[in-house]
């Protein structure tokens, strides 16, 4: 018998998506000179599986789900998305992430009342 396909499932059988997502996070971080703790996979988690699922009801697009998850991810963690503030100072590439966190011609958001 021949196939014409053959399919894998790919999703923690043949790659291990947990700890790619663990390392990624991390490697972020570390390679933008920000300090990492592992509280931050936890809350980074928690946002990126309620942004997929407002998007797999079609609440969001793909571009907003990328970008939204780590909007979410900063304000919990106080670093904040707009160029005027600290995230000036940071490393170009970071900076160049966060700004296009802030949609076009908004204002710096508010901080969070846990970062004040």
Request: proline share 7%.
């Amino acid at each position: 018998m021949s196939y014409i396909w053959l399919l894998f499932d790919s999703d923690d059988t043949l790659f291990d998506y947990s700890l790619a997502e663990t390392k990624a996070l991390r490697s972020t971080f570390e390679n933008f000179g920000q300090m990492y703790r592992f509280q931050y996979l936890q809350i980074y988690q928690l946002f990126n599986r309620q942004v997929w699922e407002e998007f797999e009801r079609g609440e969001t697009s793909a571009l907003e789900l990328r970008l939204k998850r780590f909007r979410f991810l900063f304000d919990e963690i106080c670093i904040s998305p707009h160029p005027s503030s600290a995230t000036a100072l940071l490393p170009t590439s970071w900076a160049g992430l966060t700004m296009a966190l802030t949609p076009a011609g908004s204002t710096p958001p508010e901080k969070p009342p846990h970062c004040r």
